[in-house]
């Protein structure tokens, strides 16, 4: 029987690339990718890479083409509006990477200010399957302009008299004269899989693959914290570290009034946290990262 081997959607280049990458490279896969290469094959794991375009990695996993795919919340989700028949593939985990925002936006200090304004314009997107429920939901009559690209240029050429693009730090808008007033998504990477079974032998790649993403991004925001902390004060420290569960409290030699106190904290620590701690009579605070966790 040949070897059953779990196929992967991914960009092939572009915003989401980079970071798809990095992260199966931090669960253990070894691969290279070669340009002009489609497809990848894992070295250490029955895994093999398929590099697409974005656009086409949901219909890839709902036909069947791949097991699974990264991409962005936006893509899936203008697939599975724009699609004429039921879409079979749903989002198993969120990566919490290519963070963006899909945002209505109109010239500054132009007629359109809010969504209300919006009712008999024109609009000018890439998504129109997106911005077609947003607008049926919230009852505003307006016509999509469907473009392929540059819809940040539609207002001034005369074609819309607003957009709805993908946002992420605002600065392609500005530069363009344009604000935005709305926001109708906001995206992240995810994980995507149809509601097929896989076979046992796949079902185990997915499950083994999943569970060191799963272990990666936990890692990523868990932090370890030690220092050294008034005896007195230990609850009210314990009570601020950002999602620890008990602390491990150790005696210090020759000090009973402190104590050496470590904990996981499975949320961001800011230095405001840090702050706090200090406040509380806490003295030599680290913290550190995790590589690995695996609950
Ligand atoms: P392709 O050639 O694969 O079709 P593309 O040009 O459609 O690529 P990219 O610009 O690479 O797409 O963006 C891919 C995805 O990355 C977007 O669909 C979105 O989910 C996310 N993204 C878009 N803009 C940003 C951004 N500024 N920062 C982070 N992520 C973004
Ligand atoms: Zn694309």
Redesign the pocket.
């Known amino acids: 029987m040949t070897e059953q081997r779990l196929r992967i959607a991914l ?7 980079d970071d798809s990458y990095a992260l199966l490279k931090k669960c253990g896969l070894r691969f290279s990718i070669r340009s002009g290469g489609l497809l990848a094959r894992v070295k250490n794991m029955p895994v093999d890479l398929l590099l ?5 990695i949901p219909s890839f996993v709902a036909n069947d083409a791949a097991d699974i795919g990264i ?5 899936l989700m203008e697939e599975k509006l724009s699609s004429k028949t039921k879409f079979d593939a749903d989002i198993m985990m969120r990566l919490g ?4 925002k899909l945002c209505l936006a109109a010239p500054q200090n132009g007629a359109v200010q809010t969504p209300a304004d919006l009712k008999g314009t024109r609009i000018a997107t890439t998504y129109p399957g997106v911005m077609g429920q947003y607008l049926a939901s919230n009852n505003i009559e307006a016509k999509a302009v469907e473009m392929k ?1 540059a819809v940040e240029l539609a207002p001034s050429i005369g074609i819309a008299e607003a957009i709805c693009d ?4 605002g600065a392609t808008l500005e530069a363009n004269g344009l604000a935005a007033f709305e926001t109708i998504l906001e ?3 995810v994980l995507i899989k149809s509601d097929r079974a896989l076979s046992p032998e796949k079902q185990e790649i997915y499950d083994r693959l999943t569970r060191r993403i799963d272990g990666v991004i936990k890692s990523t925001e868990t932090k370890y914290i030690m220092m050294n902390a008034p005896r007195d004060q230990v609850d009210a420290i314990t009570a601020i570290l950002p999602g620890a569960d008990a602390p491990t409290i150790m005696p210090l030699a020759g000090n009973d009034d402190l104590v050496a106190l470590q904990a996981v904290c499975t949320e961001n620590i800011f230095w405001e946290t840090l702050e706090s701690l200090k406040t509380l009579g806490a003295r030599a605070i680290l913290v550190l990262p995790i590589e690995k966790m695996m609950a």
Do not use: I
């Open positions: 960009q092939k280049k572009g915003r989401l690339a697409v375009r974005d656009d086409d991409v962005g919340e936006n893509v990477f290519s963070r963006c690209g993908l946002v992420s730090s995206s992240e990477a």
